[in-house]
């Protein structure tokens, strides 16, 4: 079945349908990483989105339970260069033809993504459409337009636990809560094996609520950058700043230099990858991160505060990759703290739990 890709500006791509058979806009960004499809699709921060793997051949190492981020797809729809014919590794489970087809994905394939990233490195993150119904460029342009007006905004609520949820204790390290707006599977174990006791927070959990269930330390999960629930979030981090240790993440990092009285802003092509440097302002030792996000915080609606320190920059476009603040008690990241392999954790969770002093 023939499967369209039609960008905002009127760009067409022509391919094949390799999901379910269905229309779906959304904000259209790309992914460069080489492997992690299954990650990528079910990672809460892009729900909504269109993902376009720039990586040519997808499906090769088939799909398991265990790389599942969260508990389902969370993708508006993806395009990809090609479809592996058979898949190989003694961890799979399924085809990730089979993965698309439970998780009911749209999926377009034989899409020259090189082109297609090219036109968004070019013109800038848009939005898009995908369809596999056999309708006119005409009449989808309209339909996007007429989808634009209506986008969905509102993500947390679904992503989010609806209640506080302890999980299974590991140790006799800190209680930490996690509030919730789409933490990642990885980061969670990563946690746990530092011997952490988890404590998910539904993402209206206030600040009261909070401070009464008398924990060692908040985190502050990625997740959505669009949603409505973000305003009502901020005002929550700002009652907890200075009288818990927090950690922000990607979203959460935002949501703690906006509760600071800073703001974000929209970059033009977002960082969605696992290559991209850092390096700290003081000294020429950099670091490769992990990284899935397109607002990124406005260095000078932070005002020079002399209580943050930013400790990591892009190299890149110097955009700000985490800061500190050690009277007020929190580090928060822009990038995604992954594990660097070998079961190994990464080494902000560990300063964090320094910072709450268990």
């Known amino acids: 079945m023939k499967g369209i890709v039609l960008l905002e500006d009127g760009t067409y791509f022509e391919g094949i349908s390799l999901g379910k058979a269905d229309e779906r806009v959304g904000e259209v960004i ?3 990483s080489v492997v992690g499809y299954q990650e990528i699709m079910t990672d809460p921060a892009n729900a909504g989105k269109i993902v376009v793997l720039t990586y040519p051949l997808i499906g090769n190492y088939g799909v398991a339970k265990k790389f599942y981020e969260s508990r389902k797809c969370w993708v508006e729809g993806l395009v ?6 058979i898949y190989s590794n003694w961890q799979a489970e399924d085809s990730f033809e089979g993965f698309v087809r439970q998780e009911e994905v749209t999926v377009i394939g034989e899409i020259d993504t090189r082109t297609l990233a090219v036109k968004i490195r070019d013109g800038g993150e848009m939005l898009g459409i995908l ?6 460029r005409k009449e989808l342009m309209k339909k ?11 993500f947390i609520q679904d ?7 302890k999980r299974e204790e590991r140790g006799s ?4 809560g996690i509030l919730d707006l789409g933490i990642l599977n990885s980061f969670i174990a990563q946690l746990t094996a530092l011997g952490c006791t988890i404590i998910l927070l539904p993402y209206r959990t206030s600040s009261e609520e909070i401070k009464s269930l008398h924990l060692d330390g908040v985190v502050i999960s990625g997740g959505p950058e669009e949603d409505e629930a973000l305003p009502g979030i901020v005002e929550a981090v700002k009652k907890l700043i200075g009288t818990i240790p927090l950690l922000g993440i990607s979203t959460g990092h935002q949501l703690i230099c906006r509760a600071l009285g800073g703001k974000v802003k929209k970059m033009k092509v977002g960082h969605h990858g696992v290559n991209y440097p850092v390096r700290s302002p003081s000294s020429y030792k950099g670091d490769i ?7 990124v915080v406005d260095e000078p609606s932070l005002g020079g505060r002399s ?26 990241t822009q990038y995604y703290p992954a594990s660097p392999g070998c079961n190994e954790e990464h080494e902000v969770f560990k300063r964090f739990l320094a910072m709450t002093g268990k």
């Open 307 to 332: 209580d943050v320190t930013i400790t990591l920059r892009n190299v890149n476009d110097e955009t700000i990759e985490e800061i500190e603040s050690v009277p007020l008690k929190f580090i928060s």
């Open 30 to 32: 790309l992914h460069t």
């Open 289 to 295: 991160t992990v990284q899935n996000h397109s607002w």
């Open 173 to 176: 390290g800190p209680h930490l």
């Open 131 to 136: 369809s596999s119904n056999g309708a006119e």
């Open 159 to 165: 992503i989010s636990v609806k209640e506080v949820t």
């Open 144 to 154: 996007l337009q007429e989808g634009k007006k209506r986008l969905k905004r509102d």
């Open 80 to 85: 990809i260069k090609e479809k592996s014919a």
